[in-house]
């Protein structure tokens, strides 16, 4: 069975700059979840998908940041213009529908580093 | 308020050693669950173990095992005889009931470093 994909898996920019990050989970699942990771601390929840509509994004500067889920399958994360303090880990995690014993599949993240 | 704690930033380990890494925990709701994830170097999360509050046994997989403690909201992963690749990052996280989507609450993980 093919694990969560994401891509870049880095990415260096200048602040002001955009940038992008792809995300496919693991076929079959609906819940899809964008999670930021800033070195020393635990995932930051940023948004949560179930199927192509949006359950959460109640941490998501939406100012800057958006996130999409097409067709309920893949997902594209975009942050414009990024900041010097959104250098972190991206990682996308997927699990199917389920309860609280349900576990998050994660992807390899993407590193972002804003110079 | 924290909502899971790990209280040990760091940790160095002789390899065969088993390894008690510490997470409690606080929440109200009756029905929730408890899992550790380790993060090796490549970054990925992995999963490890899980534990449901109304599961009367300890959970086990492998070399790994949860002791928990309902009373002491405590939630302890033990490795047993440890090997050099155990070597990474490790966090606790709870999911509470239906009413948080069962969204995951993360600690702030302990670095686990295990010594030849």
């Known amino acids: 069975e093919a694990g969560v994909a994401q891509s870049p898996r880095y990415k260096i920019i200048e602040k002001r700059q955009s940038v992008a990050f792809w995300c496919n989970p693991i076929?079959?699942?609906?819940?899809l979840y964008w999670y930021q990771q800033i070195l020393g601390q635990g995932p930051k929840l940023l948004i949560q998908?179930?199927?192509?509509?949006?359950?959460?994004d109640s941490q998501l500067p939406k100012d800057r940041f958006s996130a999409e889920r097409l067709k309920g399958v893949d997902s594209t994360l975009k942050i414009q213009p990024a900041k010097l303090e959104d250098s972190a880990v991206y990682l996308c995690?997927?699990?199917?529908?389920?309860?609280?014993?349900?576990?998050?599949?994660f992807g390899s993240g993407t590193q972002l580093s804003v110079l | 308020a924290q909502k899971i704690t790990q209280t040990q930033p760091g940790m160095f380990v002789q390899e065969k050693e088993a390894v008690t890494l510490d997470c409690t925990y606080d929440?109200?709701?009756?029905?929730?669950?408890l899992f550790w994830y380790k993060q090796p170097s490549s970054g990925e999360m992995i999963f490890l173990i899980y534990?449901?509050?109304?599961d009367q046994q300890n959970a086990t997989e492998g070399r790994y095992s949860l002791n928990f403690q309902k009373a002491r909201k405590s939630a302890n992963l033990v490795i047993s005889a440890s090997q050099l690749g155990d070597s990474a990052m490790y966090f606790c996280?709870?999911?509470?009931?239906?009413?948080?989507?069962?969204?995951?609450?993360w600690g702030a993980g302990t670095k686990l470093i295990i010594k030849p």
């Open positions: 929440t109200s709701d009756p029905s929730y669950g």
């Open positions: 076929s079959g699942h609906a819940t």
């Open positions: 534990q449901g509050s109304y």
């Open positions: 996280a709870m999911r509470e009931g239906r009413y948080s989507n069962y969204q995951l609450i």
């Open positions: 998908f179930q199927n192509n509509g949006v359950v959460d």
């Open positions: 995690a997927s699990s199917p529908l389920g309860g609280r014993g349900q576990k998050l599949f």
